[in-house]
């Protein structure tokens, strides 16, 4: 398996405009995790899903981020409009709910907000 | 409010030595623990787990310790490499109640010095 991928790599946009990150989980794996990583608050936690039904979205910061799975095997999350606060790198990871609680994740989105 | 901390942002030891990483929780539900270690421009990977049922779990030159009336865990890394030269994120999670999201502290930063 390629393990978790995830699109693109890195992002620059202007602030304003509309940010799709793309996460494609492992095959076979049922739970699907959307961190934001931070020098000050290491990786959060902002929203997962479990059999593509989001389970806890209290993560998200504003209503300015929206995440969808329409199917088992794709995931996005949405900023709209971005701000330069939400420059980051943004992970996906995927797990087997029900068993071994260890994610396994993607390569990140390194994402710059001018 | 962080529910698991990592206070010592950066250690340096010698190759050979041992690394011994900290992290503290506040969540007394926490019961599965983990370490995950993340090289630069990748997401971080799975090192080592501990359930809250054993006070030790061993893998190779990596060690990790519980201490649950502390609310305590560290990673014992012996003889330490220059590979092993990463960011430590600890992590926890409340399998029992069958949650499985994952809430990680903010890294430590090793460097091993050859």
């Known amino acids: 398996d390629a393990g978790v991928i995830q699109s693109p790599r890195h992002e620059v946009t202007e602030m304003g405009q509309e940010v799709t990150l793309r996460c494609k989980p492992i095959?076979?794996?049922?739970?699907l995790f959307w961190y934001r990583q931070t020098m000050m608050r290491g990786l959060e936690l902002l929203i997962y899903?479990?059999?593509?039904?989001?389970?806890?979205d209290s993560g998200m910061p504003e209503d300015r981020f929206s995440a969808k799975m329409p199917n088992a095997s794709f995931s996005t999350l949405k900023i709209q409009p971005s701000e330069p606060r939400d420059s980051a790198v943004y992970f996906c990871?995927?797990?087997?709910?029900?068993?071994?609680?260890?994610?396994?994740f993607g390569q990140g989105t390194r994402l710059t907000v001018v | 409010d962080q529910q698991v901390k990592q206070n010592s942002p950066s250690l340096s030891v010698q190759e050979g030595r041992i690394s011994i990483l900290n992290c503290d929780y506040t969540?007394?539900?926490?019961?599965?623990f983990l370490w995950y270690k993340k090289y630069p421009a990748e997401g971080p990977t799975f090192l080592i787990s501990?359930?809250?049922?054993?006070d030790k779990n061993e893998d190779g030159r990596f060690t990790v310790f519980l201490n649950k009336s502390a609310k305590h865990l560290s990673l014992h890394i012996v003889p330490s490499q220059p590979g092993d030269s990463a960011v430590y994120f600890c992590?926890?999670?409340?399998?029992?109640?069958?949650?499985?999201?994952?809430?990680f502290g903010t890294g430590t930063r090793l460097t091993v010095i050859p």
């Open positions: 992590a926890a999670s409340e399998r029992r109640t069958g949650a499985n999201n994952l809430f």
């Open positions: 990871a995927s797990s087997l709910f029900g068993g071994n609680t260890e994610a396994f």
């Open positions: 501990i359930s809250s049922i054993k």
């Open positions: 899903f479990n059999n593509n039904v989001p389970i806890d």
């Open positions: 969540n007394s539900m926490f019961d599965y």
């Open positions: 095959s076979g794996h049922n739970s």
